[in-house]
C-alpha cells in the first residue's frame, strides 16, 4: 500500500490536465469536451476542457476534480488558463490545490523574444518561442507530426511519438509513458501510468 504522499505526487507527476465548472461564458464557437478520470474501474473525477477564439486568439481553460481515498480522503484540484496568439502559445497559468488548500502554481509568459517561467512565486528559467503545441491540446487536436508538447504545469517539453492506428505515446523529463488514443482528431481515451497506479481518461459520450 503507498502513502497517500505518494499518490498526490503521482498525481501532479502524470495528470498533466484537468476539469469542472464552466469557466469561460457560453459562447456557439466554444468546444467544449467531458471526461471522467478512471482509477481501477472507479470514476474518481471528471474532466471539462474549453476552448473559445476570439479574432486571432484562442483561449484554453480546464478545470479537474479528484477525489478519492488513500489511508484518508484526498480532494485534488487542477486550473489551467492557457491563450494561443496566432498559433502560438502566449500564456499559460496552472494552479493545483490539495484539499482545499494551494499546493503550486506555474506560469508562463512570452516576454519579449522568450518564455519566462515562474514556479510558485520564483523565477525558474526562459524558454526560447514558438511554443506552438501544449498538453491542453492533446484534449482537442491530434498530435498529426507533432514530436514534442510543452507541458504548462511542470514547464518542460514532453516527447511525442506516433504509435500508429491514431494513438500517440508522450514521453515526459523523467522517462514516464502516457498512451493517448484519438478518434475523429479528438481524444477518446488516454492511459496514464504512474508507476505506482495506473489512470484512465476516458471522453464521455
Given at each position: 500500500m503507498f502513502s497517500i504522499y505518494q499518490f498526490i505526487i503521482v498525481l501532479f507527476l502524470f495528470l498533466d490536465f484537468n476539469t469542472g465548472t464552466d469557466i469561460?461564458?457560453?459562447?456557439?464557437?466554444?468546444?467544449?469536451?467531458?471526461?471522467?478520470?478512471?482509477?481501477?474501474d472507479k470514476v474518481i473525477g471528471n474532466l471539462k476542457a474549453t476552448k473559445s477564439s476570439e479574432g486571432n486568439k484562442t483561449f484554453y481553460q480546464s478545470e479537474t476534480a479528484i477525489k478519492t481515498r488513500v489511508i484518508k480522503e484526498i480532494e485534488?484540484?487542477?486550473?489551467?488558463d492557457v491563450t494561443f496568439e496566432n498559433k502560438v502559445?502566449?500564456?499559460?497559468?496552472?494552479?493545483?490545490?490539495?484539499n482545499n488548500k494551494p499546493h503550486a502554481n506555474t506560469v508562463t509568459n512570452l516576454?519579449?523574444?522568450?518564455?519566462?517561467?515562474?514556479k510558485n512565486d520564483k523565477k525558474?528559467?526562459?524558454v526560447d518561442p514558438p511554443i506552438d503545441y501544449t498538453t491542453i491540446l492533446l484534449y482537442f487536436k491530434e498530435p498529426v507530426n507533432i514530436d514534442r508538447c510543452y507541458s504548462e504545469q511542470n514547464?518542460?517539453?514532453?516527447?511525442?511519438?506516433?504509435?500508429?492506428?491514431?494513438?500517440?505515446k508522450k514521453i515526459n523529463t523523467k522517462g514516464k509513458?502516457?498512451?493517448?488514443?484519438y478518434k475523429n482528431g479528438i481524444l477518446?481515451?488516454?492511459?496514464?501510468?504512474?508507476?505506482?497506479?495506473?489512470?484512465?481518461?476516458?471522453?464521455r459520450k
Open positions: 469561460l461564458p457560453s459562447n456557439t464557437n466554444d468546444t467544449v469536451l467531458y471526461f471522467d478520470i478512471v482509477l481501477n485534488v484540484n487542477y486550473k489551467y502559445m502566449k500564456m499559460a497559468d496552472v494552479v493545483i490545490d490539495v516576454k519579449g523574444s522568450q518564455y519566462q517561467i515562474i525558474e528559467e526562459v514547464g518542460s517539453f514532453n516527447t511525442i511519438v506516433a504509435l500508429g492506428e491514431h494513438s500517440y509513458e502516457n498512451i493517448y488514443y477518446e481515451k488516454a492511459s496514464i501510468d504512474g508507476g505506482l497506479v495506473k489512470f484512465e481518461i476516458i471522453a
